[in-house]
Antibody, heavy 122, light 110 residues
Framework: QLQLQESGPGLVKPSETLSLTCTVSGGSISSSSYYWGWIRQPPGKGLEWIGSINYSGNTYYTPSLKRRVTISVDTTKNQISLKLTSVTAADSAVYYC??????????????WGQGALVTVSS | QSVLTQPPSASGTPGQRVTISCSGSTSNIGSNTVNWYQQLPGTAPKLLINSNNQRPSGVPDRFSGSKSGTSASLAISGLQSEDEADYYCAAWDDSLKGWVFGGGTKLTVL
């Protein structure tokens, strides 16, 4: 059973860097069949895709956050990481780690982690 | 403002059939498949329908999806109290080169 587990500080100060890690168990992050991504959800609001990465480090990011986001992969630890710089209160959200797979030539996000709440406050 | 448009709310009584719409454009729904997610209160989203109309293992056949042009729909028949949740549509966008989501529809079972 595939499991994705987010971890990291729950409180970050304004202007600092938000850092989260997603540990994948029950499956290998090194499979060429998958991309692994981050999606966030501000309290009481909808879902926003942040970016995705594959095992070889190919990344793509949402344009609105591209200047501030870095997603990396560590295949030896079966982990991906998220760094978001210069955070403000608007970055407060539940951050989800998720897996993408191709189904009949089209992308599907099929597994999600339980999410990590990050609050930006001094 | 979400790229995909969903009604903010929907409701029905037990046993009824409800539908939730999702409207996009040629660069997302028009070019790619639509996935639907169910988010129960306080939990992570769960894949409900993938590839427009495919149910993952374990999803009851009361849930069905369809797509036509740049719009998609999720239908729930035989509505049950445990279906009360937020529902999101999602699709890959070829112009943005990323995922886009609907704003979510809160389903209330009366």
């Amino acid at each position: 059973q595939l499991q994705l587990q987010e971890s990291g500080p729950g409180l970050v100060k304004p202007s600092e860097t938000l850092s989260l890690t997603c540990t994948v168990s029950g499956g290998s992050i090194s499979s060429s069949s998958y991309y692994w991504g981050w999606i966030r959800q501000p309290p009481g609001k909808g879902l926003e895709w942040i970016g995705s990465i594959n095992y070889s480090g190919n990344t793509y990011y949402t344009p609105s956050l591209k200047r501030r986001v870095t997603i990396s992969v560590d295949t030896t630890k079966n982990q991906i990481s998220l760094k978001l710089t210069s955070v403000t209160a608007a970055d407060s959200a539940v951050y989800y780690c998720a897996r993408q797979v191709m189904v009949r030539g089209f992308q599907v996000i099929d597994y999600w982690g339980q999410g990590a709440l990050v609050t930006v406050s001094s | 403002q979400s790229v995909l448009t969903q009604p903010p709310s929907a409701s029905g009584t037990p046993g009824q059939r409800v539908t939730i719409s999702c409207s996009g454009s040629t660069s997302n729904i028009g070019s790619n498949t639509v996935n639907w997610y169910q988010q129960l209160p306080g939990t992570a989203p769960k894949l409900l329908i993938n590839s427009n109309n495919q149910r993952p293992s374990g999803v009851p056949d009361r849930f069905s999806g369809s797509k036509s042009g740049t719009s998609a729909s999720l239908a729930i028949s035989g509505l049950q109290s445990e279906d009360e949740a937020d529902y999101y549509c999602a699709a890959w966008d070829d112009s943005l080169k990323g995922w886009v989501f609907g704003g979510g529809t809160k389903l209330t079972v009366l």
